[in-house]
């Protein structure tokens, strides 16, 4: 596999191929699968996500502790009037990605996309796209590799882990995978991709993790629903040719730097930022005891 995104550019430029194409080559000499079973894999997944970015828009979708859930159905209403400030699109979107988080948080089931705390950003990025620029499900699932591919190069160099490197290596991780997805569907080159990557991650690097009584709901929802529109933004200011001036690379680099200098508290032990509020600590008493 690749290690930097340095060598995925460098691949798709010598055979002039697009980032999910040089990964889809690779995931198949790597598993020894056929094109048709890594395709009908990924299938698997994308369905997994429509399900979950769909299901709390109609009916509310609640937790057991009650720290969490009903927002996504909420913000679907508010879209529904079309008095948004954001627009129907956004506001689309933001629900799509508080139903994901919200199912996680009740229990249902999601594809951790790279994580399950963050499997809200992908799955509606992609579904909101797909409805906007009339794609298929293979283009989603073509979409879905290049995602992969750059989650990869994070892992490698970084952490996915909120408990090893704060909010920033999932949700951002998260919305830097959807960014250059997002660009690629929409017709960007591959360079494209991870300057929408790099943004994103660089929006938020530093973003604590935080989660009150140390479970994987407040203020995860409400990050999945802002890092979707992370990502949307990302892709958007690439397509439009704004270039980042740290490469991917650096940028994973620096976010690996800044994960391993949070203090403890601020990685998902639930000893700091928003759960060691009065508030957080109060719902962690009530539910914990
Ligand atoms: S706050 Fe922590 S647990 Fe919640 S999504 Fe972010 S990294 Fe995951």
Redesign the pocket.
């Known amino acids: 596999m690749f290690n930097r995104a340095e060598e995925i550019l460098q691949k798709c430029k010598e055979e002039n191929k697009s980032i999910s194409d040089v990964i889809i080559e690779k995931e198949m000499e790597s598993f020894g699968l056929t094109y048709e079973k890594l395709i009908e894999k990924m299938r698997e997944s994308l369905e997994v996500m429509k399900l979950s970015a769909n299901a709390g828009l109609e009916k509310e979708v609640k937790s057991v502790s009650g720290l969490t859930g009903g927002n996504a159905k909420k913000i679907e209403d508010y879209k529904n009037k079309g008095k948004t400030l954001a627009g129907n699109f956004i506001n689309s979107a933001m629900a799509k990605a508080f139903s994901t988080?919200e199912v996680n948080a009740s229990m249902g089931k999601i594809v951790a996309s790279p994580?399950?705390?963050?499997s809200g950003i992908i799955p509606s990025a992609f579904l909101s796209v797909k409805e906007k620029l009339d794609l298929s499900d293979e283009d989603l699932i073509k979409g879905l590799f290049t995602s992969a591919g750059i989650g990869e190069i994070i892992a490698k160099n970084s952490t996915i882990?909120?408990?090893e490197g704060?909010?920033q290596?999932?949700?951002g991780a998260a919305a830097a995978m959807a960014a250059g997805a997002l660009v690629e569907m929409a017709g960007g080159d591959p360079e494209d991709s991870f300057n929408a990557s790099s943004f994103a991650l660089t929006n938020i690097m530093g973003?604590?993790?935080?989660?009150v009584a140390g479970l994987?709901?407040y203020?995860?929802a409400l990050?999945?629903s802002s890092g979707v529109v992370n990502a949307i933004t990302s892709a958007d200011m690439a397509l439009a040719k704004v270039q980042s001036l740290v490469p991917f690379d650096e940028v994973v680099d620096a976010m690996s730097k800044v994960g391993k200098s949070m203090p403890a508290a601020l990685r998902?032990t639930a000893m700091g930022g928003l759960a060691a509020t009065p508030t957080g600590k109060m719902c962690s008493k009530k539910i914990l005891g």
Do not use: H, I, M, Q
């Open positions: 988080a994580t399950a705390g963050a882990s909120g408990a704060g909010c290596a999932e949700c973003l604590v993790c935080d989660p994987v709901e203020p995860c990050r999945n998902e």
